[in-house]
């Protein structure tokens, strides 16, 4: 099926070239990726655009750069070459483990973490990870350059505090010592948006922290849950003391996937699932 | 109508298209390259599968002018000099019934032998999940990649 409406095709070689053209078209502009959520939008009808702007053209933004204490996804990254890097699974289990589970390899191929936070849907599989790593995301227009926490990046469901006239560069991650986990909710394995999702990650300090996707109207961070576990062993008893927090963090609805009442129910189970499993981790147990 | 240029199995192709063409569909009707299917449109289905730069792609989620320059290879290009041992099983075991799904799952069998030429059942489960198929039950689709990427049988 083709797309109903037409639009100007623009493919830019470099970011400045890309920024005077957001500038002059704002609004009238879509910033194309790897496709998987626009091109389903165009066909639809949800999304009407005058133009189309293919960054993949821009050689700067396909970069994975690793540092000693950060790591810099470039906003044409696909999930398929975060799964290939060894060392980013190594050094951001929570991320690469989500990355893992977005649909299918057709899909990871094409997909990019940036443009999964910008259509950020509320069952977004990356930010459980971002918001756990405090991760900051690098924009930029033509006059100005700004860096946004993900924790201010999400102002609704599928909606940001992007502008029109913005191009994101892409994410900036701390490296630091943790292990961690992404828990996710499908109706069955393989292909499938998350019913829920939970992304754990623990130090040696006993910091833990802990963000959710698609059971709230935005992807965020549980900060009682994390409060009440600060510096504490994690026993079984506990785990069932944490988990009863979780239904004031959490604000599930009930859709065509499942209720609020399992979503809740499951949260609690992946919480205390993941949250052994990151322990245990931690405590050098690869199995 | 913008002129692109593209590799599709192996040969050099000029095609006129308009930004809102969708890969898929100027393959099946200015190409004639009729292998990948149209299923769900969503990118859902993979039944549109080809190769583009040797990654599996939805070719339903790509617009054909982002594809100039670039590679494209599909089951045409897979089969050219004889079918591939994996379609060979696949024949031998009857692994289709409509065969609506599997240039898709050649695609992506074909994909995931590239990087892992011995792969496990989960892998091969792993990388087929994204090829939906409504007759089989899949049983007899990942038992032809099984069979034939045991030790000893890839070619």
């Known amino acids: ?287 | 109508m913008k002129k692109i240029t593209l590799r599709l199995n192996g040969e050099l192709r000029n095609v006129y298209v308009e930004p809102e063409e969708i890969l898929l569909d100027v393959l099946r009707d200015k190409l004639g390259t009729k292998s990948p299917k149209c299923g769900c449109d969503r990118g859902d289905c993979g039944a549109c599968a080809v190769l583009l730069n040797g990654r599996s792609v939805r070719s339903c989620l790509v617009l054909a002018i982002e594809t100039d320059g670039q590679e494209i290879v599909t089951v045409e290009g897979i089969s050219k000099d004889g079918l591939s041992k994996v379609q060979n099983t696949m024949l031998d075991k009857n692994a289709f019934q409509c065969g609506f799904c599997a240039p898709g799952m050649i695609i992506s069998t074909t994909e995931l032998l590239d990087k892992n030429p011995h792969p496990n059942l989960e892998e091969i489960k792993e990388a087929l999940s994204g090829n939906l198929c409504r007759c089989t039950g899949y049983l007899p689709i990942l038992e032809s990649v099984q069979e034939a990427t045991e030790e000893g049988h890839h070619e």
């Open chain 1, 1 to 287: 099926m083709a797309i109903i409406n037409d639009f100007n095709y623009h493919k830019p070689k470099d970011i400045d070239d890309t920024l005077i053209l957001l500038s002059d078209l704002k609004e009238k502009a879509k910033i194309l990726a790897g496709g998987t959520d626009l091109i389903v939008h165009l066909k639809e009808e949800i999304v009407k655009t005058e133009n189309v702007i293919d960054i993949k053209g821009i050689t700067k933004l396909n970069k994975i750069e690793v540092s000693e204490d950060n790591v810099f996804l470039g906003a044409g990254v696909t999930f398929t070459e975060i799964i290939e890097s060894a060392e980013l699974k190594e050094k951001l289990p929570v991320l690469w483990q989500a990355s893992e589970k977005v649909a299918s390899v057709g899909v990871r191929n094409r997909a990019t973490v940036v443009g999964n936070i910008c259509s950020a849907v509320p069952s977004l599989d990356s930010a459980p990870a971002l918001l756990v790593y405090d991760a900051e995301i690098l924009v930029q227009s033509k006059t100005s350059k700004r860096t946004i926490s993900i924790h201010d990046w999400f102002t609704g469901p599928k909606k940001t505090i992007l502008k029109p006239d913005e191009l994101v560069l892409g994410i900036n991650i701390p490296i630091f010592q943790h292990t961690g986990v992404y828990e996710k909710l499908g109706r069955y394995k393989g292909e499938d948006l998350a019913q829920a999702g939970i992304g754990i990650c623990v130090d040696s300090n006993k910091n833990y922290r802990f963000a959710y996707c698609a059971v709230g109207p935005i992807p965020k961070r549980m900060k009682k849950l994390e409060e009440f576990l600060k510096g504490k062993d994690i026993s079984d008893e506990l785990l069932g003391e944490a988990a009863k927090l979780i239904p004031s963090e959490i604000s599930p609805i009930t859709d065509i996937r499942s209720s609020a009442e399992y979503r809740t129910h499951m949260m609690k189970v992946m919480f205390k699932r993941g949250l052994q499993k990151s322990v245990a981790l931690l405590k050098g147990d690869r199995s």
